[in-house]
């Protein structure tokens, strides 16, 4: 018999950060699983946020996290080096941030 596998397994976690309203986050290092196509998902509790990436692991450098909505980051590049990457939090509108980070795993 075939083992089945979740969609979940499939298609990567969601792993979710929920940015509060002063910019700091409830998950201060998220565990990406490069190999299983994790995907880090910011929440805005306020105003608009950017999630900036020195050096990212994704695709993308910058991400823009609307007001009161979401934005992922999509799985981290089969190319990324497994490790920690520091990421920065701007409040758009009141010029503040925070610098949670991101492990990737294989």
Known sequence: ???????????????????????????????????????????????????????????????LVPAGGSQSSGPALPSASIGHYEYFITSVALAKSADPGVDIKP
Request: glycine share 6%.
């Open 1 to 63: 018999m075939k083992e089945e596998r979740s969609t979940q397994e499939l298609n990567g976690a969601k792993l979710p950060v929920h940015i509060r309203p002063d910019g700091d986050v409830d998950n201060g290092v998220v565990n990406v699983r490069k190999s299983a196509k994790d995907e880090v998902v910011w929440y805005s509790e306020g105003d608009e946020f950017e999630v900036h990436f020195p050096t990212t692991p994704f695709v993308d450098d910058t991400f």
